[in-house]
């Protein structure tokens, strides 16, 4: 079930963001009076899902879930009709368009791309508004390090200061900014001290490929809070907001160590010491093979998050500030898939990866979050300088105004098909890393 909400959602997102970039193609066309011969919702090789035609303009959606596109007369695209190219230019053509009308056709789906991000920032903040973990929030405690974050250097209870110099406020946002900064140093407090660790060389390329949401994770004390069926702590005679402070003698004060400690003795009986109020008790309770004794806790009641509400006119320059810092993190990382160090494009994905950031359950925040993500995306994308993508054609677009001499129709009809390869390969290489991943 949980495959299909996800499969679902990228489906929806996928539309929405094609729909608007391709609307924002079709609105600039009927600005300068092109005539759009069809709008469709992906792609329709031999046959349409449905199709119906208004005025000069047949919309539909096909079976293949690629993408979508706009056929504009009198442009050499992806349908590569070269038949229509042979006859005399006709005034509502878009090769009749001044080259200034033509560029403003050709950004008009990135454009809307980028004015829908912020649309949706505004609408999220306006609505839900923020939510994140304040790192000063998990430094009363300090920090929990997988392997990974363990040999990048950290270790369990450390404090993390900052990262590459810098102050990272949302604890969730750290691995991003070493990432994306390609940081070289981490600052931070253990045992009193202030460190600074060096990041070994390999680490952050390992950190782009590593799938564990809990590379850093809050530590936190603990209090039980409930019970799961059949609970053999329960059984033993643990009550709620009872604290486990050791197993077999091995002290627990956080969480982290009573989840090691339970592991290290799967299938045993264990002697918990418990505080309960003032008093300090003993129970013998049977660990399970898979490492569990059936409690449950809510780590959210040791901190506090940090909540800030918009109103709409509030939400309104925050969204803008949101798109900005969405493109500039995206560029980013577009750059690190030609670091040496990072390696970045050993973990380019197509559409099972694109689908995996969704959620397992319909969370609507989330949903329209990582909509707003694909869709800067979609915009940066399409802006590369790369035949077939509107990016080719700005770019033969900009050198015509610069020289005054347009390219010939045979000319761009060699640069799409280059384009148009190009394109395929680079779906080919990320769809089938992905299938290479699962087989993994």
Do not use: C
């Not at 009749?96 to 791309?113: C, D, E, F, H, Y």
């Not at 609505?127 to 990974?148: C, F, H, R």
């Not at 691995?175 to 952050?204: C, F, H, N, S, W």
């Not at 400690?261 to 009986?269: I, L, R, T």
Request: charged share 20%.
């Amino acid at each position: 079930m949980d495959i299909f909400i996800k499969i679902a959602q990228l489906l929806l997102s996928l539309s929405i963001l094609v729909v608007f970039h391709e609307f924002g193609h079709f609105i600039a066309a009927k600005i300068f009076k092109t005539r759009v011969e069809k709008f469709y919702l992906f792609f329709n090789p031999w046959f349409s899902l449905f199709k119906f035609k208004y005025k000069d303009t047949e919309y539909g959606m096909g079976w293949l879930p690629l993408g979508g596109y706009v056929k504009i007369s009198g442009m050499i695209d992806e349908s590569m009709d070269k038949e229509a190219m042979k006859q005399e230019p006709q005034p509502w053509e878009f090769r009749s368009k001044p080259a200034w009308q033509r560029l403003i056709i050709m950004v008009g789906g990135v454009t809307v791309n980028v004015l829908l991000a912020i649309a949706i920032y505004i609408g999220i903040l306006a609505m839900w508004g923020e939510q994140y973990l304040p790192t000063s929030e998990v430094n009363k405690y300090g920090i929990v390090a997988d392997t990974l974050a363990q040999e990048m250097g950290l270790q369990n209870g450390d404090r993390i200061l900052l990262v590459n110099g810098q102050f990272v406020n949302d604890f969730n946002k750290i691995p991003m900014v070493l990432i994306l900064e390609e940081a070289k140093t981490m600052q931070v407090e253990r045992d009193g001290k202030t460190l600074d660790l060096a990041i070994p060389e390999g680490i952050l390329g390992k950190l782009v490929k590593h799938r564990d949401p809990d590379f850093l994770s809050p530590r936190f004390p603990f209090e039980v809070e409930g019970f799961l069926n059949k609970s053999a702590a329960k059984e033993a005679g643990v009550e709620l907001l009872d604290r486990i402070i050791s197993i077999n003698g091995k002290p627990t004060n956080y969480f982290d160590e009573f989840v090691l400690a339970v592991k290290s003795h799967k299938g045993e009986m264990v002697e918990a010491a418990v505080v309960r109020a003032d008093d300090t008790l003993l129970f013998n309770i049977q660990v399970s093979e898979e490492g569990m004794v059936g409690i449950s806790i809510n780590p959210t009641k040791y901190f506090k998050f940090e909540e800030k509400k918009y109103n709409l006119i509030q939400a309104i320059p925050a969204g803008f500030v949101k798109t900005y810092d969405g493109i500039g993190n995206y560029l980013k990382q577009l750059k690190l898939l030609f670091s040496p160090e990072v390696k970045a494009y050993e973990s380019v994905g197509g559409f099972i990866t694109i689908g995996s950031i969704f959620p397992a359950t319909w969370d609507w925040p989330a949903f329209w979050r990582l909509t707003a993500f694909l869709s800067i995306m979609l915009a940066i994308l399409n802006l590369l300088p790369i035949p077939a993508l509107d990016g080719g054609h700005v770019m033969f677009l900009a050198y015509e105004i610069v020289s005054g001499r347009k390219p010939s129709d045979k000319f761009m009809e060699y640069a799409q098909i280059t384009g148009m390869v190009i394109l395929f390969a680079l779906l080919i290489f990320a769809n089938g890393s992905d299938v290479i991943r699962l087989f993994k």
